[in-house]
Each structure stands twice: as structure tokens, then as C-alpha cells.
């Protein structure tokens, strides 16, 4: 059986972070494995509070596991502090491990900060060049690479800027524009250094968490399988719009996806 890791922060509501994550892997029939991160107090409406998990611990937790069993795909989410990056830097690389996927989870929906400062320029600087793959949202590819994105053009220039970084491929997911041609699309743009290939979908109504987390999970469960970057894309794609679709109302805030 194949197999994944993710390594993300814990969500009460199963909703985001790594609960989120394993029922993805599981969906996709890849045996998913955990490494927490961080810890948070949150409901479908807010986040509380926020702990992050210490430098060792995390770190047991990382050699610990990955002594035992080599994930086939791995996924990082919230990492929250600079010593979790390192940690994981240190056993990507000493583990010799393969199809990385990243999701630069920068602040939630709900408008808290999902990591501390300085965080996401040592992930930019030190994981990004061990990825295959990395899954900013327009937000997070703006701060990334300081282009202002409100098009297609300005998706492309943000894209090749992160090529710099020394990942293999970048997939600016684009959700959330504002302007008239956009507004009622999500538009994402695939670019591998080479060519741009477009993702075009009719944006559906409301807010739902977890959309990122949902996305790169299913992303590295099909890289697991050995499906290729595009197709893997394809597919993710379709399982997120279905999840959005069939999503569950149970809290008072966002909606909760159907996986
Ligand atoms: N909580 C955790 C643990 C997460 O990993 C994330 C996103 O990565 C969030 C909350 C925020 O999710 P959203 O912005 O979709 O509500």
C-alpha cells in the first residue's frame, strides 16, 4: 500500500491540518501518516489560540516515524515556527525524501496568523528548493514574491518568480479574484518552468476551511500513486469542487468539507 505524510497542525473541527489531510489520503486509498506541528484552539468561526509543538518533540516525532516507514509523498501545511521548518529541512534531507508537496499556509480565513515572523522566508529560502511542488493561494504568492496579483498576467509573473526558488512546479491556486473577467471563476495556474497551463472552474458560493489543506493533501496522495504533476492537478482539482459542493454546515461559521 502506498503511503503519505503530512505534516501540519492540529484543527478541533477536522476540518483543516492533518485530520483533514488523513481522511484525504484515505479517500484516495493511500495510507496517510502524522506529524503535528502545531496545536489550535478553533471552531468553524475562529481561531483561539495557537501552540506550537517544541523543537525536539517534533523532531522525535519526525525520526521517529520515518526510521520506520519511507512515505511515498509528503505534505507540509501550518508549520507555525522557524525551528519546525528546520526540523523538517534537516530529515527531508537526511532521509532522502521525495515528492514534497508544500502548501505556504500563511493566516486562515478567518484572518489569524498561521505562522510566527520570519517563517515564511526560511520556507521560501530552505524547503521550497526540496519540493516538487508548492500550492499558493494569490494571497500567499503575492507576499512570496512581491507581485501584486489581480490577473492572469500577474498570476504568470508571480509563477516564475517562485521558480526561483528551486522548486519543481508551482500551482497558484486563484479562488478569490475580485476583477469582472474573474469574479465569478477560480482560475489556477499550473507552471513548471517550461509552460503555463490554466485550470478554469465556476467559483461556488460561501466560505469553506480547509480548502488549501483539502487541495495539497489529495495533490500528495496522487503523487504517492505515481500519477504525474499535471494529471494529479486534474484530478485534485475535481475532488476539491465536489467536497465544496456536498460541503457540510455544522458550526456558525465557514462550511466543512465532504470528502
Ligand atoms: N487550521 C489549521 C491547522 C490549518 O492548517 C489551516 C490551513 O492550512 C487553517 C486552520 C486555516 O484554514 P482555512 O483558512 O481554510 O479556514
Request: hydrophobic share 40%; with cysteine.
Amino acid at each position: 500500500m502506498k503511503t503519505a505524510l503530512t505534516i501540519a497542525g492540529f484543527d478541533p473541527t477536522g476540518g483543516a491540518g492533518v485530520q483533514q489531510d488523513l481522511k484525504v489520503f484515505h479517500h484516495f486509498g493511500v495510507y496517510g501518516l502524522s506529524v503535528l506541528s502545531a496545536l489550535t484552539a478553533q471552531n468553524t468561526f475562529e481561531i483561539r489560540d495557537i501552540k506550537a509543538i517544541d523543537k525536539k518533540f517534533l523532531e522525535e516525532q519526525l525520526f521517529t516515524i520515518l526510521s520506520d516507514i519511507r512515505p511515498d509523498a509528503l505534505k507540509t501545511g501550518m508549520l507555525f515556527s522557524k525551528d519546525a521548518v528546520r526540523a523538517i529541512v534537516k530529515v527531508i534531507k537526511g532521509f532522502d525524501l521525495q515528492n514534497l508537496v508544500i502548501d505556504p499556509v500563511t493566516i486562515s480565513t478567518t484572518g489569524t496568523a498561521l505562522l510566527e515572523n520570519g517563517v515564511l522566508d526560511l520556507i521560501k529560502n530552505e524547503l521550497f528548493p526540496l519540493s516538487k511542488i508548492i500550492t499558493p493561494n494569490i494571497y500567499e504568492a503575492s507576499i512570496l514574491t512581491g507581485v501584486r496579483i489581480e490577473d492572469k498576467e500577474d498570476m504568470q509573473r508571480a509563477a516564475k518568480e517562485l521558480k526561483k526558488s528551486g522548486t519543481d512546479t508551482i500551482i497558484i491556486t486563484g479562488g478569490h479574484f475580485n476583477n469582472d473577467e474573474l469574479k465569478n471563476e477560480t482560475l489556477d495556474l499550473l507552471y513548471d518552468g517550461d509552460s503555463f497551463r490554466y485550470y478554469r472552474d465556476l467559483k461556488i458560493d460561501g466560505e469553506y476551511h480547509g480548502t488549501g489543506c483539502a487541495f495539497s493533501a489529495a495533490l500528495t496522495a496522487l503523487l504517492a500513486v505515481g500519477l504525474s504533476v499535471p494529471s494529479a492537478v486534474e484530478k485534485a482539482k475535481k475532488f476539491i469542487t465536489k467536497s465544496i459542493k456536498n460541503a457540510h454546515e455544522l458550526g456558525k461559521g465557514m462550511r466543512l468539507l465532504n470528502i
